[in-house]
């Protein structure tokens, strides 16, 4: 049964930095495309990072580009979001998502193929 569970958020000051974490299990984490996407009040779904399979290649929202990182660890089947310089705007709740289907990590953030399976979120809160 594929599952995948968030950690890592929290309260923070502006400026301030917090490390997610996306914990998968259930299926052969190195062919799947992992996806950071949060989600604030009144807002709709935002594609934040995405990394594929294989190659690893990554995709940055332009609101976070030069903020985030995204990783992995495929032995440990786990995907970072490395989130620093944090603003009030990041504040949200960060889902991470899986798809099985060969995609570019552009398009899994995008929406352009189906999500997968989701994470059951973790609260980021950027406030002083």
Same mark, same amino acid.
């Given at each position: 049964?594929?599952?995948?569970?968030?950690?890592?958020?929290?309260?923070?000051?502006? %400026? %301030?930095?917090? !490390?997610? @974490?996306?914990?998968?299990?259930?299926?052969?984490?190195? $062919?799947?495309?992992?996806?950071?996407?949060?989600?604030?009040?009144?807002?709709?779904?935002?594609?934040?990072?995405?990394?594929? *399979?294989?190659? @690893?290649?990554t995709y940055y929202a332009d609101s976070v580009?030069?903020?985030?990182?995204?990783? !992995?660890?495929?032995?440990?089947?786990?995907?970072?979001l490395q989130m620093n310089t944090l603003k009030?705007?990041?504040? %949200?709740? $960060? $889902?991470?998502?899986?798809? %099985?289907?060969?995609?570019?990590?552009? $398009?899994?953030?995008?929406?352009?193929?189906?999500?997968? @399976?989701?994470?059951?979120?973790?609260?980021?809160?950027?406030? *002083?």
């Open positions: 049964q594929l599952q995948l569970v968030e950690s890592g958020g929290g309260l923070v000051q502006p %400026g %301030g930095s917090l !490390r997610l @974490s996306c914990a998968a299990s259930g299926f052969t984490f190195d $062919y799947y495309a992992i996806g950071w996407f949060r989600q604030a009040p009144g807002k709709e779904r935002e594609g934040v990072s995405c990394i594929r *399979s294989g190659d @690893s290649s580009k030069g903020r985030f990182t995204i990783s !992995r660890d495929n032995a440990k089947n786990t995907v970072y009030p705007e990041d504040t %949200g709740v $960060y $889902y991470c998502a899986a798809t %099985g289907r060969i995609t570019t990590a552009h $398009y899994y953030c995008s929406g352009y193929v189906p999500f997968g @399976s989701w994470g059951q979120g973790t609260q980021v809160t950027v406030s *002083s």
